[in-house]
């Protein structure tokens, strides 16, 4: 597989478990990093298509160096960590990761979501003619072909999952969409539904789109039903 994978654990043990799932599954094109700051250098040198990032590394912690790899890059990002507490993911997801997994995990469950995450970064580059077309919807215009988003003309910056979600909802503007469904196309899973998930990315999303997020008009809550991102505005 062309994709490119940057691993960072501080456990060597980890890094190879990850490296040799991965090599035996056809992925070649892998780097590693043992710090937070040997992540975020290889990270800018590297430009990996996925990066499987530990919360906990030596000099700075994960979610730091998450968030600093959003200043640059859309990459997939999943979280590993020891905490299973709720509000550890929310906080992973909150700093622009995409997914978290809890240590001790299944490599092969790993696998599983990096292909999951390669899958959704296809997805949003094409469209089933195999050309992307600009999408739009009142000040928005979302390029899938080159993964950038902008708002009255001016590039906003989003994380691959806030990316995904607002392709999905850019794609069926108008149209009341549920969290279930919402949680299937952008994640790709179809049970375990999160609502605390699901609300983070919608909370993050409005602040980058709308000019009041704390009373959105264009990307609206259906009480009971879901969420709706309107075509047009009016004035």
């Known amino acids: 597989m062309n994709a490119k994978i940057l691993l960072a654990d501080d456990e060597k043990d980890i890094l190879d478990l990850l490296?040799?799932?991965?090599?035996?599954?056809?992925?070649?094109?892998?780097?590693?990093a043992e710090t937070g700051m040997g992540a975020l250098k290889a990270c800018r040198e590297f430009q990996p298509d996925v990066v499987i990032l530990d919360i906990m590394l030596p000099d700075i912690d994960g979610l730091e160096v998450c968030?600093?790899?959003?200043e640059f890059s859309y990459c997939s990002i999943l979280f590993l960590s020891s905490r299973n507490d709720d509000i550890d993911k929310i906080l992973g997801l909150s700093y622009g990761g995409d997914d978290y997994i809890t240590k001790p995990f299944s490599p092969r469950e790993v696998v599983f979501r990096v292909k999951a995450q390669l899958r959704r970064q296809q997805y949003q580059k094409t469209s089933p003619d195999g050309n992307a077309a600009l999408l739009k919807a009142g000040s928005l215009t979302l390029d899938p072909e080159s993964?950038?988003?902008?708002k009255n003309g001016e590039e906003i910056s989003l994380t691959g999952r806030e990316f995904l979600l607002l392709s999905y909802l850019m794609e069926n503007t108008d149209k009341i969409i549920s969290k279930e469904r919402l949680y299937e196309q952008v994640w790709g899973e179809y049970s375990s539904i999160c609502d605390n998930t699901i609300m983070v990315h919608?909370?993050?999303l409005r602040e980058k789109i709308e000019d009041n997020p704390s009373s959105p008009r264009q990307l609206i809550t259906?009480?009971?039903?879901?969420?709706?991102?309107k075509k047009r505005l009016e004035s």
């Open 222 to 229: 259906i009480k009971g039903l879901g969420y709706k991102l």
């Open 67 to 70: 968030r600093k790899i959003r």
């Open 147 to 150: 993964g950038r988003a902008y």
């Open 19 to 32: 490296e040799n799932v991965l090599r035996k599954d056809g992925f070649q094109s892998i780097q590693r």
């Open 202 to 204: 919608i909370r993050h």
